[in-house]
């Protein structure tokens, strides 16, 4: 019992470091940005329908 428990209690440690390491490096927000500029560049790409 008390192994599942510690086991639980890394597991959580390595989750809080991990999501606190994508909140101080901003890594959220650069991921944004990286799949933004790809799928501007496909939408860019595309053939335009311009009937009004």
């Not at 440690?13 to 560049?41: E, H, Q």
């Amino acid at each position: 019992m008390i192994k599942a428990l510690i086991i639980i209690a890394i597991v959580l440690l390595c989750l809080f470091a991990l999501t606190f390491i994508i909140y101080f490096f901003n890594l959220d927000m650069k991921l944004v940005r990286f799949v933004y500029d790809k799928l501007g560049k496909h939408y860019d790409n595309l053939e335009k329908d311009r009937k009004l």
